[in-house]
Nanobody
Framework: QVQLVESGGGLVQPGGSLTLSCTAS????????MGWYRQAPGNQRELVAQ???????ETADSVKGRFTIFRNNARMTVYLQMNNLRPEDTAVYYC???????????WGQGTQVTVSS
């Protein structure tokens, strides 16, 4: 079964940290470019960070220096380490996997991150 399953969301105080995980199944994970997106109420879904199959990384300016994306191909998992969280980071975070050769574009179900005191 092809799927991406996120975990690790929750409620955290400003300045706190969370690590999101996204585990894939049913795909050749090392060949996929993986990314994290987020969507806050009333906003469009936006790219947070992505890591290619070759481990090149791109991070949105709004989270640069605070969030880190990394992957473990043996565990078929991509992570998003989030530090120094701010209330404006509150959103549903989605995992995404793309393999252009197969025209594949996969999404997880999303995990809620709420930053509030």
């Amino acid at each position: 079964q092809v799927q991406l399953v996120e975990s690790g969301g929750g409620l955290v105080q400003p300045g706190g940290s969370l690590t999101l995980s996204c585990t894939a199944s049913g795909i050749q994970f090392p060949r996929y470019d993986m990314g994290w997106y987020r969507q806050a109420p009333g906003n469009q879904r936006e790219l947070v960070a992505q890591i290619t199959a070759g481990s090149s990384v791109e991070t949105a300016d709004s989270v640069k220096g605070r969030f880190t994306i990394f992957r473990n191909n043996a565990r078929m998992t991509v992570y998003l380490q989030m530090n120094n969280l701010r209330p404006e980071d509150t959103a549903v975070y989605y995992c995404n996997g793309v393999r252009r050769l197969l025209n594949a574009n996969l999404w997880g179900q999303g995990t809620q991150v709420t930053v509030s005191s």
